[in-house]
């Protein structure tokens, strides 16, 4: 998929990155969405317009979207404000009718990814439309099905693709409403580096104070874009009341954001960068010396298990190692929990190593 094209090749985009959506949740009423979405433009600049017109809710008896209705407002808003739209689908019928009443971008929700029969079924409706499409993360920590949905709309023909970060549903209690787990985002951007991914603090966050630094992070982590809910009157809102904003404070956080680039053209700065970069690359080197010596060892431990007959696992040594480095990395201002985890990996390939040893006779 390496002719995804990039954020700057869509015609909603103007400026280049990191490009700012923002609107409603849902369309409650024409005059709701449209005072909602002149109020943004008059606060801050952002690339396009947002709104649910079909909502998936969790529980039955929720607000489910204004349906088709919505979709004459916002073609209202659309040509009022001079603005590019864009929405929610999650079936054939939809994709018909936002194309029909001129979404200029459409969005595929967490709930739709997980379900490759419903990808499947937007994927085929979009066959032959040039038009651009954002997929949301699945609900679950799944990256096989995330970029399983890309594929589907990539298979369609579909070029102009994005990627949204929303988080991640967890069974425990978090600050967050959708835990950000932004490994999997990293992941995503590792395998597919030209997938262009935006991100959606307001789901991740699931309150208002948290838009603001979830949207840093993104934008530290070189997402290309933010996408946040936003409602004249965010208290009195039909879905998401707690986590949109209002346009006012959605032109803070746009402003507050600092904007970071992945790259510079100012030489001192990448000369500086590569020595750095040198100076990591030797490092790294004397790392998986050490660490090739430590396997070493582990190898003639395993040895000598096998001629004594002891066991690959010892507990006692390991919960020793497992205690003691962590604290030792601690007093090298070395974060305690990633030592932990490091010596895991570590310990879990000495007893892949050595089980192999001890079952192995010498010749
Ligand atoms: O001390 C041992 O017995 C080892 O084999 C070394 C080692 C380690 O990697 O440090 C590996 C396996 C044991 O469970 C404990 C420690």
């Known amino acids: 998929m390496k002719d995804i094209q990039p954020l ?15 609107g409603p949740c849902s369309a409650e009423s024409e005059e709701q969405l449209m005072e909602t979405c002149r109020q943004i433009t008059e606060e801050i600049d952002i690339t396009m317009l947002r709104a649910g017109i079909w909502k998936p809710r969790t ?76 997929i949301k993360n699945p609900i679950n920590p799944d990256l096989a099905l995330w970029k399983g949905a890309i594929e589907r709309i990539y298979g369609a023909g579909i070029r102009q693709i994005a990627g949204i ?69 965010p208290d009195n809102a039909w879905s998401d009341a707690s986590q949109q904003v209002t ?14 680039k992945s790259t510079t053209d100012a030489e001192e700065v990448n000369n500086k960068l590569d020595d750095l970069r040198s100076k990591i690359d030797r490092l790294d080197t004397e790392l998986l010396d050490v660490m090739s010596q430590r396997m070493s060892v582990v190898n003639e431990i395993g040895d000598y298990k096998r001629e004594n007959n002891l066991t690959v696992f010892q507990a006692g040594r390991w919960i020793d190692i497992f205690q003691n480095r962590p604290e030792q990395a601690e007093k090298l201002g070395i974060g305690k929990s990633f030592m932990e985890q490091l010596f895991k990996l570590i310990h879990d390939e000495s007893i892949r190593v050595q089980t192999k040893v001890v079952n192995t006779e010498k010749a």
């Not at 700057?8 to 490009?19: A, H, L, R, T, Y």
């Open 59 to 134: 529980r039955p008896g929720s607000f489910e979207g204004i349906g088709e209705e919505g979709l004459k407002w916002f073609a209202n808003v659309k040509k009022e404000l001079n603005m590019p739209i864009t929405t929610e689908v999650a079936n054939a019928q939809h994709v018909e009718l936002a194309l029909k009443y001129g979404a200029d971008v459409l969005w595929i929700g967490a709930r739709s990814t997980v379900n490759p029969f419903t990808i499947q079924e937007i994927a085929d409706a979009l066959k032959g439309v040039d038009v651009p499409v954002m």
């Open 8 to 22: 700057e090749s869509w015609s909603v985009v103007k400026n280049g990155g990191p490009i700012a959506i923002a």
């Open 247 to 260: 346009p006012k404070r959605l032109a803070e956080i746009l402003n507050e954001v600092k904007i970071r």
């Open 165 to 233: 970060h929303r988080g991640f549903s967890s069974f425990e209690k978090t600050k967050y409403r959708n835990v950000p787990m932004w490994k999997l985002a990293i992941a995503l951007k590792t395998e597919l580096p030209n997938l262009p991914l935006i991100c959606d603090p307001s789901h991740i966050g699931g309150t208002r104070d948290l838009i603001y630094p979830v949207s840093q992070k993104a934008i530290d982590l070189d997402f290309d874009g933010l996408m946040i809910e936003t409602h004249r009157d």
